[in-house]
């Protein structure tokens, strides 16, 4: 998508980074449920649709619309609306995804916070955490749905989208952007708790 001006290249960056704010925030609203498929279905449900997730979507479709990408969708109402559409799809088709592979693999799609303590730690945890998952049974294994999902839901997407972008270089784009945008969810979800706890001590 980063075609002629480098000007256009940074405000799509920009752009790829506010998309992946709203994926943060539901990681951090998930509750420690045991794991089942009523659990993961409703992680999945919040992921996809919850309040940040769509607020999210809003904010992103009102970027596409500034980018005017892409361009054969137009403006206006019509225009903004054919954005939005696409970005709640590709939510939907995400999840969907997401929660017949956890499902399917008795894999679980939450993430768990680190008993260590140190930054470094924590961090490394974090990353573990994106590129791994835990098992129902409390075992660890390659994150199977999370990365078919993203690389699933950027390569169906993109089928709505006009011939020029419907190549398989775009869905890996895609697809390796929403593993980072997973990672800064996971980052998020690992240290908020403690920020959060250190803002509030500081309120009058």
Not at 12 to 33: C, I, K, M, N, R
Not at 39 to 50: D, E, I, M, P, T
Not at 73 to 79: E, F, I
Not at 89 to 116: C, E, I, K, M, T
Request: aromatic share 12%; with cysteine.
């Amino acid at each position: 998508m980063c075609i002629g001006r480098r000007g256009s290249c940074v405000r799509y960056l920009l752009l790829l980074t506010l998309v992946g704010t709203h994926f943060s925030a539901v990681g951090l609203a998930q509750e420690p449920d045991p794991a089942g498929w009523h659990s993961k279905l409703r992680f999945h449900a919040v992921a996809a649709y919850g309040p940040s997730a769509l607020a999210g979507s809003v904010i992103s479709a009102g970027f596409f619309q500034e980018l005017d990408f892409p361009r054969e969708w137009g403006q206006g109402g019509v225009g903004y609306g054919r954005r939005l559409g696409s970005t709640l799809a590709y939510a939907g088709v995400r999840n969907v995804l997401g929660f017949g592979l956890d499902s399917a693999l008795h894999q679980d799609p939450r993430y768990h916070r680190s008993s260590d303590t140190g930054g470094w730690r924590r961090m490394k945890h974090a990353f573990r955490g994106t590129i791994l998952t835990r098992t129902d049974s409390g075992t660890e294994t390659l994150a199977t749905w999370r990365l078919g999902s993203a690389y699933g839901a950027a390569f169906l997407s993109n089928k709505w989208y006009p011939d020029r972008l419907n190549t398989v270089k775009l869905g890996l784009l895609q697809g390796s952007t929403q593993i980072g945008f997973d990672l800064l969810a996971n980052l998020g979800s690992e240290f908020w708790p403690d920020i959060k706890k250190k803002l509030l001590r500081r309120k009058p």
